[in-house]
Structure formats: C-alpha cells, structure tokens
C-alpha cells in the first residue's frame, strides 16, 4: 500500500514536481493522490494537471470567515483520505481543527527557528548569516515552529540576495522533501514532543 499524500501550493509548484517525480517509481511508496491549491492560475496546479492529478482550490476570499475556509479546505483534502498532507509553498496558515485530522508537513526556506515567515531568505540575508537552508517540519499551531524531521544547510555567498539564495535553498529543498517524505511513506515516522524520528523511536 502506497502512503497517499495531498500536497497544498500557492505558487511556482517544484517541490511538488520533486514529489510527483519521485512518486513515479513504485518503490518510493507514496503517491500524490491530490494538490489543492488557496488560489487559481498557478503553475502549482498546471503540474498536478499536466501529471493527471485531482485539483482542487478553496480561496479565502470566497468565504465570509476564515474559519468557513479552514474547514472547506479540511473537508476537500479529507475527500482524498490522506496519510500525511504536504504544505509545499502553501502560504497559509490552517487551524489546530486541520492539524488535528491530518499529519501535516511543512517545507521552509531556512533553518528553523531562524527565520521563520514568508521571508525566510530575505530575512537571513538581511541578518548576515553565513548559512542558511532548509527545513521540513510538522506542523503545529505557531509560524514554522513545529519538531524538526529534516535539515539541510546551504552557504551563503557574500554576493548572494535574497533570490539568489533562495534557488539555492531549494535545489536541495526538493531533495531534503523527497528523501523524508519517501522514508516517512516506507517506514513511518515518531514524534515525542519535540523530538523526531522516522522509521524507529524517538527515544
Ligand atoms: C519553497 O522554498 C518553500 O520552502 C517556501 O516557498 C517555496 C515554494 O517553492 N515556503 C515558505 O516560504 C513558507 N514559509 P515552490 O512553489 O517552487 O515549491
């Protein structure tokens, strides 16, 4: 039985193209069963439709209340019965009601708890660190304050800006996401507190 997972965009999509790309060998052990999206007309949900994977978008904007949103994306992601949800690019914030239901995953573009927000290698340029990277997490209540599964540094350049970075963050972003979510998927995955581990305890 492959893991099935529902990945959340809000943009460009190529931590979900890693994801699609790796679910396309058998023995990854997961499969993208739908991306759901909180905006229309991105490259994010033109990935999932060009591989042939339900869609799904509930905008905020649509509902009179926060709340009504948050439980009409829970409900569209329930439909698909995942395993584990992935917020990949997703630049929302869901409910302790949704975190509740669903494990949930969480990609940031820098080393948590630095820098945490919208602007993670901005803000770590801007700061004048040295390194900087990736993070997966599991989503808890706060802003990108969740246990750690996965991180991956990246150096900065003195040269480097705030898009520069990022790309780098992410070459290996997509790497870091593709190895946990598959050994997740393979071997499942223990959280005690804050601590971590998949595929055994966390003892
Ligand atoms: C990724 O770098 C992800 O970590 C970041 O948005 C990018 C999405 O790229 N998320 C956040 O900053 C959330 N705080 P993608 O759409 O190409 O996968």
Redesign the pocket.
């Given at each position: 039985m492959r893991a099935r997972l529902v990945v959340l965009?809000?943009?460009?999509?190529?931590?979900?193209?890693?994801l699609i790309d790796a679910c396309a060998d058998p023995d990854y052990g997961a499969e993208v069963v739908a991306v759901g999206a909180d905006r229309g007309d991105i490259?994010?949900l033109a990935r999932a439709e060009r591989a042939g994977i339900a869609t799904f978008v509930r905008r905020v904007d649509d509902f009179a209340e926060r709340q009504q949103w948050d439980r009409a994306l829970g409900a569209a992601v329930a439909d698909f019965e995942p395993q584990v949800v992935v917020?990949?690019?997703?630049?929302k914030l869901v409910s302790p009601d949704f975190l509740a239901r669903f494990l949930t995953l969480?990609?940031?573009?820098a080393l948590c708890p630095s820098f945490?927000?919208?602007?993670?290698?901005r803000d770590a340029i801007d700061y004048g660190v040295k390194v900087s990277g990736?993070t997966l997490f599991v989503v808890d209540g706060g802003?990108?304050t969740g246990p750690i599964v996965a991180q991956v540094p990246v150096l900065v350049a003195d040269d480097d800006d705030a898009e520069s970075l990022?790309e780098r963050?992410?070459s290996v972003?997509?790497q870091m996401l593709v190895d946990a979510v598959g050994r997740i998927a393979r071997d499942g995955i223990e959280i005690t507190g804050r601590r971590v581990r998949v595929g055994g305890s966390a003892g």
């Open positions: 965009v809000s943009g460009a999509g190529t931590n979900l193209q890693a490259e994010g917020l990949a690019g997703f630049m969480n990609t940031h573009p945490p927000g919208m602007h993670g290698p990736a802003v990108d990022h963050i992410k972003e997509r």
